[in-house]
């Protein structure tokens, strides 16, 4: 029995947990723009593979909001899922959520959205099955 677009989605819904490091942050001892940018299109390309189970890779990340710092020592949430199902495209929400290690509470602080494009193996665009 075929699974609904819904079932697709919920199956390939991507979360993944991170910590903070002095590393990662930048000299407001926040995490660093760039790194965050890099997780988040970590997780989305994991989320499109999980979906649709083809090739892909990242054409473009459209209008990422920084809503709140993130300092070092804070605990993250990255979630990553499927919004939209093109013919050969797909369009991938990551939010990040902050929380303190010590305290109860969290809070988005970082959303974005990024499109796949399916490719076989001739990196041509190829069709994703809903």
């Given amino acids: 029995m075929m699974d609904s677009l819904e079932e697709k989605i919920e199956r390939s819904e991507t979360r993944v947990f991170k910590t903070v490091f002095p590393n990662n942050t930048n000299h407001y ?3 660093f723009g760039g ?3 890099s997780m988040m299109d970590e997780v989305a390309f994991i989320a499109a ?3 649709s189970r083809l090739r892909c890779v990242t054409v473009s990340s459209d209008r990422i909001d920084f809503t709140h710092p993130i300092p070092a020592g804070s605990i993250i949430e990255l979630v ?3 919004e939209h199902v093109g013919n050969t495209s797909m ?3 990551v939010d990040i959520y902050v929380e303190q290690m010590y305290h109860e509470g969290r809070e988005k602080a970082v959303s974005g959205l990024f499109t796949f494009v399916a490719l076989d193996e001739q990196h041509q665009p190829t ?3 809903r």
């Fill in 29 to 31: 001892d926040t995490l």
């Fill in 127 to 129: 069709r994703i099955a």
């Fill in 80 to 82: 990553g899922r499927v």
């Fill in 49 to 51: 593979t999980r979906f």
């Fill in 35 to 37: 790194t965050a940018l």
């Fill in 91 to 93: 369009k991938v929400r």
